[in-house]
């Protein structure tokens, strides 16, 4: 079935400082990994994605880790804004599917 | 801009009505969209897969007849949530994909009184 969270583990950061929101994914066949951005009220927004070709893969301000051997994918968010407060969440697509199994979801707080 | 696009907003309905959520496409033909459903504090739970033309795929535990999925032309698909029940309020966001790229729709809250 789907990953569901319960709850929403929250990170709070002070503004400027780096953060990293970490995921552990579930299925050791999936090869495609992208992280969302989530404001309240709104649809999930795409970050930034990786392949499971690829340990590391950086964008404007982000850096998206991915480590295969332990399943576990982290996203860094350099120089934190306020306008970066939001749930993120993580998702993994298994191989030659167009389903996308998504992450329980950390709050990311920044503080001013 | 947006590229997909969802009607109703938000909507409050009676215990026992029906309401219709729309998913549309913008400037793109999707033959395939997706639907997933969000509990307050929760992550998204994909409900079904919406083909164009032929029936929609359920996800376990999804009850087919009570979450009717229509997806008549290549710009819209719709979400009926039959004789709603409190337990069905949630937020209610669709999926499209162009290339290897997924695009949601800004979400559908309902609220079932």
């Known amino acids: 079935g789907e990953s569901v969270g319960l709850h929403l583990p929250t990170l709070s950061v002070q503004e400027g400082d780096n953060s990293i929101i970490n995921c552990a994914y579930s299925?050791?066949?999936?090869?495609?990994f992208i992280w969302y951005k989530q404001e309240s009220g709104k649809g999930p927004q795409f970050i930034i994605d990786?392949?499971?070709?690829?340990d590391k893969r950086q964008g404007q301000r982000v850096t998206v880790l991915l480590n295969k051997t332990v399943k576990h994918l982290s996203l860094q968010i350099a120089a934190t804004q306020p306008g970066d407060s939001a749930v993120y969440f993580c998702?993994?697509?298994?191989?030659?599917?167009?389903?996308?199994?998504f992450g329980s979801g950390t709050r990311l707080l920044v503080r001013p | 801009g947006a590229v997909v696009s969802q009607h109703p907003s938000w909507v409050i309905c009676k215990s026992g009505t029906s309401v219709k959520i729309e998913c549309r496409s913008l400037?793109?033909?999707?033959?395939?969209m997706f639907w997933y459903r969000q509990f307050p504090k929760q992550s998204l739970m994909l409900m079904a897969t919406?083909?164009?033309?032929?029936?929609?795929?359920?996800e376990q535990g999804v009850e087919k007849d009570k979450f009717l999925i229509n997806h008549a032309s290549l710009t819209l698909s719709t979400l009926t949530v039959t004789s709603a029940h409190p337990e069905d309020s949630s937020f209610y966001i669709c999926?499209?994909?162009?290339?290897?790229?997924?695009?949601f729709g800004p979400g559908t809250r309902l609220l079932v009184l």
């Open positions: 400037d793109f033909q999707a033959t395939t």
């Open positions: 998702a993994e697509s298994p191989l030659n599917s167009y389903k996308l199994i």
């Open positions: 990786i392949r499971s070709n690829m």
């Open positions: 919406s083909n164009e033309g032929s029936k929609a795929t359920y």
């Open positions: 299925n050791s066949a999936s090869d495609y």
């Open positions: 999926r499209q994909d162009r290339g290897e790229t997924q695009y």
